[in-house]
T-cell receptor, first 116, second 110 residues
C-alpha cells in the first residue's frame, strides 16, 4: 500500500497522560500536514512541514502539542498532559508541494483519540 | 477562522437521482477541492478545481467554481448506494493549508 499510513488507528488514554501518533506519508511527498477533526465538523489545520522544516502552526496547536519530522520522512505528533477536549480524530496528509494551484493533499485513515 | 460553508448539510436521495451540494468561502484561494469521508474513516480526494477554472468533470462528478461569488458546487450524477458518505469542500489558501467546511451528509437509498 503506497498511501499515507497512520499509527495507531485508535488510542484511549486517561486525562493527564502523554500520547504520540505517527504518520508515514507517501514516499515522494515533501509536504506533510496534520489536521484535527471533531465529531460533526470538518478537519481543522494544525501544522505542516516542508521536508523536515515545520513552516506553519495553527493557533489551535497549544504548547502541549508538538510535532516533528526529523528526517523529512515520517512525522510524529505528541500531546502532553492530555485533556478531554483533545478527543478527536487526528488526520495526517501529504503532498508533492506543487505550485500553481495544483496541490492535492492525500489523507491517511486517521488516529481516533479518546481521552477519559 | 477560515472555514468553508456547505449547503445543504444533509441530503437523502433515491439511487439514480442526482445530488448537488454547494460550498462558499470567504478569501482568495489557490484551488478548491472536494473530499469524501465514509463514517469514521479518512478523507478520499475526489476532485480539485483551480482558481482560474470554472468547471471540471471527473466520471460522475461535476464541480463548478464561481470566484466572483466565492462559491462552488459538486454534482454527483446517477447516484449509487456506495455514494453514501459525508462530502467536504476544502479551499486552499496561503501556504496551501486547507480550510474545510462542516460537510454534507449524503444518504443514497437503494
Amino acid at each position: 500500500d503506497t498511501g499515507v499510513s497512520q499509527d495507531p488507528r485508535h488510542k484511549i488514554t486517561k486525562r493527564g497522560q502523554n500520547v504520540t501518533f505517527r504518520c508515514d506519508p507517501i514516499s515522494e511527498h515533501n509536504r506533510l500536514y496534520w489536521y484535527r477533526q471533531t465529531l460533526g465538523q470538518g478537519p481543522e489545520f494544525l501544522t505542516y512541514f516542508q521536508n523536515e522544516a515545520q513552516l506553519e502552526k495553527s493557533r489551535l496547536l497549544s504548547d502541549r502539542f508538538s510535532a516533528e519530522r526529523p528526517k523529512g520522512s515520517f512525522s510524529t505528533l505528541e500531546i502532553q498532559r492530555t485533556e478531554q477536549g483533545d478527543s478527536a480524530m487526528y488526520l495526517c496528509a501529504s503532498s508533492l508541494g506543487l505550485a500553481g494551484g495544483e496541490e492535492t493533499q492525500y489523507f491517511g485513515p486517521g488516529t481516533r483519540l479518546l481521552v477519559l | 477562522s477560515q472555514q468553508g460553508e456547505e449547503d445543504p448539510q444533509a441530503l437523502s436521495i433515491q439511487e439514480g437521482e442526482n445530488a448537488t451540494m454547494n460550498c462558499s468561502y470567504k478569501t482568495s484561494i489557490n484551488n478548491l477541492q472536494w473530499y469524501r469521508q465514509n463514517s469514521g474513516r479518512g478523507l478520499v480526494h475526489l476532485i480539485l478545481i483551480r482558481s482560474n477554472e470554472r468547471e471540471k468533470h471527473s466520471g460522475r462528478l461535476r464541480v463548478t467554481l464561481d470566484t466572483s461569488k466565492k462559491s462552488s458546487s459538486l454534482l454527483i450524477t446517477a447516484s449509487r448506494a456506495a455514494d453514501t458518505a459525508s462530502y467536504f469542500c476544502a479551499y486552499s489558501y496561503g501556504n496551501n493549508r486547507l480550510a474545510f467546511g462542516k460537510g454534507n451528509q449524503v444518504v443514497v437509498i437503494p
